[in-house]
């Protein structure tokens, strides 16, 4: 399962497993974000490509008015798969 | 999507069986989904079924995908994704094949009287990185 916790400063933090199935989940938690946003990984264990899609429109859409995602504490396995992806192109990586 | 648990719980229960450490769960598990779910989109069929087939060959997985009543539609000749473009310029989707193929040591498709298989291997012990993103 999924979910996400929306913490007061701009964070928001990703907890368990970001699926296929769980992708309407989580645009409902990107989707509100309209400022620059430290997306913490430490929680979630698992997320395979269609949850990389909905990260990559978000910080698209932020980048229009100038504004981004931060990704911190990202597991091992998440930032091997990152690199490969290019994200740490267009994600800050932390 | 809700076929997915089952498909994790089955791989779990693979990996159990044949003594597999759980630090190969992630590759496995995002192996099966990307291509699962690729069959899903892609799929002609009309009998809505994928059989999955795991089995370990001595320090080897093995992956196979069955679909069945469909077109030929090799997924093993999708262009890998644009990883090195700017933002701007990223497409949205497109990253699971290109993604399995940096994570895996065989990649194969084939094709029969409307039956199509992906047919995966992955050696184990070796992380990703060491795979280094070998081209198939």
């Known amino acids: 399962m999924f979910s996400a916790a929306v913490g007061n400063t701009n964070e928001i933090q990703l907890i368990g497993r970001l699926?296929?199935?769980?992708?309407?989940?989580?645009r409902e938690v990107l989707d509100r974000i309209t400022a620059s946003s430290t997306i913490d990984f430490r929680e979630?264990?698992?997320?395979s490509s269609a949850g990389m899609g909905v990260l990559l429109a978000t910080q698209k859409r932020?980048?229009?008015?100038?504004q981004k995602l931060t990704l911190v504490h990202l597991n091992k396995h998440i930032r091997d798969i990152f690199g490969y992806a290019g994200f740490d192109k267009v994600f800050e990586i932390r | 999507m809700a076929s997915l648990d089952s498909v994790f719980e089955y791989v779990g229960e693979f990996m159990a069986q044949n003594g597999i450490d759980r630090s190969e769960a992630y590759s496995l598990e995002f192996i099966v989904e990307e291509m699962f779910t690729n069959l899903i989109k892609y799929s002609r069929s009309g009998r809505n079924e994928i059989a999955l087939g795991l089995r370990r060959e001595e320090d080897t997985m093995v992956v196979q995908l069955t679909d069945f009543d469909v077109d030929e539609f090799d997924m093993?000749?999708?262009?890998?994704?644009k990883t090195d473009e700017p933002l701007g310029d990223r497409r949205i989707g497109g990253l699971g094949v290109h993604l399995v193929r940096?994570?895996?040591d065989g990649?194969?498709?084939e094709y029969s009287d409307r039956v199509g298989k992906i047919i995966i291997t992955k050696n184990l012990?070796?992380?990703d990185v060491q795979r280094g993103g070998r081209k198939h």
Do not use: N, P, W
């Not at chain 1, 932020?62 to 100038?66: F, I, M, N």
């Not at chain 2, 093993?76 to 994704?81: C, E, I, L, P, R």
């Open chain 2, 125 to 127: 012990g070796q992380d």
């Open chain 2, 107 to 109: 990649f194969r498709y």
């Open chain 1, 62 to 66: 932020l980048a229009g008015s100038g």
């Open chain 2, 76 to 81: 093993t000749k999708v262009s890998d994704a």
């Open chain 1, 44 to 47: 979630l264990e698992y997320i």
């Open chain 1, 19 to 26: 699926d296929a199935s769980q992708v309407v989940a989580a």
């Open chain 2, 102 to 104: 940096k994570m895996v």
